[in-house]
């Protein structure tokens, strides 16, 4: 137990970086609501700190006192529901008609703000759909990506819009930058396979750029597209910018690139999903092997960072001896005029290169899941989750955090954390590995428990 204590500093270091680079204002008090079924924060119900909810539905009626962090099939901020601080939910359908003094981050099949739903800050949203209904607001920025996007609310700041097919019907105060695709480019929005489970389906808007009769744009719109589209005059108070994007064009360097959040939105999502995948897997397949990386993860994280490193470096080592030592092969059948052995040798050195590629990569990734676990089970406090749903969601948020750190777009910086998470993973795992096969008939592994502060 005191070298657990010992060790640990390191890995609470860790965590609090992940969790300062990604909510600076988060509260120390925090709230955990899990249910198979429904998660419901009642009318007339505060909660005081932040709330990290999961089920088939989350449904907020009352009082959210800090950040709502949520995952489920159906997400629901009721009319009447208030979160003080941020919103970062993902789900089917994610639907807004209460208030969120904060910002939105949120991705889903649907992600929508009804008529009524106030959201005091930015709106960043992924998905299929993404929409901003007659009648919502938002106070800042709009950054959306999907297969399409509706703008009928009032917005406050700029949109940055990426969509195979975008419509304004609302006013927004600042400047429009979007691409868009061409005529024909949009998917009907039933073409999903979860489309049923989502309460009301979005309307479906065609490729292209659609400006209604109430569209408003106070500042300037820019757009790309493979055509242009009739623009009204009256509604864009500043200049209007079309920039033709061919066939030849759209697979080149000469493409603009998305906004740097949007960008690092959509990579967090990915390595996120990734991860959590991973994780799900190994605790479905490989639990005590899952458990016991966590516990050697509080326990030696200095040696398996180490282990780590020098595995990547010795993996890294090993694949340019099997280079040279193939090139060396052929030159040997060469000269004993043995070319038939030239394939076979060739063919050794691709299986082996591969198989030692692949394992160390596989390693690394499972590894990095067990981190998030860890990760979360530290934000949350929870050192044995005792359902397999709350062993899950305790996962996603670890993944969460994890991903939005290590996928930071800054030159240097976002490399050397991606190394490192890459690294420590990829030690404990082996350290993990290690522990099994010395004690391969080990019932129980024994893990650390969390300190409580």
Same mark, same amino acid.
């Given at each position: 137990?005191?070298? /657990? ?16 680079? *990604?909510?600076? @204002? ?6 955990? /609501? ?27 009626? %009352? ?12 997400? #629901? &901020? ?19 008609? %209460? ?19 106030? !959201?005091? =800050? ?19 920025? !709009? ?9 009928? %609310?009032?917005?406050? @700041? ?22 868009? @695709?061409?005529? @024909? ?6 073409? /999903? ?14 490729? %292209? ?8 744009? =106070? ?34 360097? #000469? +493409? ?28 479905? *397949? ?10 050697? *993860? ?15 470096? =010795?993996? =890294? ?20 005029? $043995? ?16 198989? &030692? ?43 969460? $955090?994890?991903?939005? +750190? ?14 490192? #998470? ?7 795992? *082996? ?23």
């Amino acid at each position: 137990m005191q070298v /657990m204590r010992r060790r640990r500093p390191l890995f609470v270091l860790l965590a609090a970086v992940l969790v300062g680079c *990604l909510a600076p @204002g988060m509260a120390l008090a925090a709230q955990f /609501m899990s249910d198979d079924a429904e998660a419901l924060v009642e009318s007339g119900t505060t909660v005081e700190g932040n709330l990290y909810a999961t089920g088939q539905t989350v449904t907020i009626e %009352g009082t959210v006192d800090g950040d709502l962090i949520c995952a489920g099939g159906q997400v #629901a &901020l009721a009319k009447g529901g208030v979160v003080t601080g941020d919103l970062m939910c993902a789900g089917q359908s994610v639907e807004i008609s %209460g208030e969120v003094r904060g910002d939105v981050r949120s991705a889903g099949y649907l992600v929508r703000v009804n008529e009524g739903g106030i !959201v005091g =800050g930015e709106l960043m949203g992924a998905g299929f759909a993404v929409e901003v209904e007659p009648g919502a607001t938002i106070g800042d920025d !709009v950054m959306a990506a999907g297969s399409q996007v509706r703008l009928a %609310g009032t917005v406050g @700041g700029n949109a940055r819009v990426g969509a195979a097919g975008l419509a304004i019907d609302g006013a927004i105060e600042g400047d429009v930058d979007a691409s868009v @695709g061409g005529v @024909g480019e949009g998917m009907p929005a039933n073409a /999903m396979p979860w489309n049923n489970q989502v309460p009301r389906m979005p309307a479906a808007i065609g490729g %292209g750029l659609h400006l209604g009769e109430e569209a408003s744009i =106070g500042g300037n719109l820019s757009y790309s597209s493979p055509a242009a589209f009739d623009v009204p005059r009256q509604a864009v108070a500043g200049d209007v910018d079309h920039e033709l994007v061919t066939t030849a064009e759209a697979s080149g360097p #000469a +493409v603009p690139e998305q906004p740097w959040p949007l960008r690092w939105l959509l990579a967090a999502l990915r390595r996120a999903f990734a991860l959590f995948v991973l994780g799900a897997l190994l605790l479905w *397949l490989a639990p005590r092997l899952a458990e016991a990386g966590r516990g050697l *993860l509080f326990s030696q994280a200095l040696p398996g960072l180490g282990w780590g490193c020098g595995s990547l470096f =010795g993996a =890294g080592v090993l694949l340019i001896g099997l280079g040279i030592a193939t090139i060396l092969a052929l030159i040997l059948f060469s000269a004993l005029t $043995l070319g038939e052995f030239s394939s076979l040798a060739l063919a050794v050195s691709a299986v082996l290169g591969t198989l &030692l590629s692949f394992g160390v990569y596989l390693l690394a990734w499972m590894g990095q899941s067990v981190v998030a676990t860890g990760i979360g089970r530290l934000i949350l406090r929870d050192g044995d989750p005792a359902s397999r749903g709350r062993q899950l969601a305790v996962l996603a948020l670890g993944a969460i $955090l994890l991903a939005a +750190v290590i996928t930071v777009p800054v030159p240097v910086l976002g490399s050397l954390l991606r190394l490192t #998470a890459a690294a420590l993973g990829l030690g404990t795992m *082996l350290l993990a590995l290690m522990k099994a096969f010395r004690e391969p008939n080990a019932e129980t592994i024994a893990v650390a428990p969390l300190a409580a502060d």
